[in-house]
DNA sequence: TATACGATCACCT
DNA sequence: GGTGATCGTATAC
């Protein structure tokens, strides 16, 4: 099933974690690229210091600040892609960056560039709606199982956000489940 | 117009 | 553990 607007339209913490086992699909032609999602990171409003949009509203954070479910791409350290799924309400800037998914031959990928390489994402993929978009969605999946352990960690590479440094905002499905 | 650096990865020792 | 790659963005001048 095909996640709907009003479940990125929760709070983001929320959003981060439910994404946790759902799977990211990618449509390029005919090729089908989907990735379960194990890894999520949630950056939550301009209160924030670890949060792009905490600066300001800008040209490249605009999309945080649009509605809900749309995807927000950027390119980092000039060579790889990240991608980012926009949360909670209009105006608002908060978003999930997709660290990690496992693939279907069972390959895990860590890592926000790796993910973006794995899955084809480039910056021709910012702004668009995954909620009506025929080249990246998110399906919810059946086997959810209420007793996955999620495991909460610090978030990567952000030594300059103060005390948000250490909310333990990065959240990971238990590698031994 | 110029400069500094980042929500990273791969490869080296 | 350390460093180089490589460029868009924000900020400074």
Request: glycine share 8%.
């Amino acid at each position: 099933m095909i996640l709907a607007r009003s479940f990125f339209e929760q709070k983001t913490l929320k959003v981060a974690q439910d994404l946790l086992g759902c799977f990211l699909i990618r449509q390029i032609g005919q090729k089908k690229i989907s990735g379960r999602i194990v890894e999520t990171e949630a950056y939550c409003g301009s209160k924030d210091l670890a949060n792009h949009a905490s600066k300001g509203r800008t040209n490249r954070t605009e999309a945080m600040f649009g509605p809900p479910g749309h995807a927000y791409v950027y390119l980092i350290y000039g060579m790889h892609y990240c991608f980012n799924i926009v949360t909670e309400k209009s105006g608002y800037p908060a978003a999930v960056l997709i660290r990690g998914v496992e693939l279907d031959d069972r390959q895990t990928i860590i890592g926000p560039g790796k993910v973006c390489r794995a899955l084809k994402i480039d910056k021709s993929l910012h702004g668009v709606d995954l909620v009506k978009s025929q080249k990246i969605w998110v399906e919810d999946n059946n086997q959810r199982l209420k007793d996955w352990k999620i495991v909460k960690l610090p978030r990567v590479s952000i030594d300059y956000a103060g005390e948000y440094k250490y909310k333990r905002w990065r959240f990971r499905i238990n590698p031994n489940q």
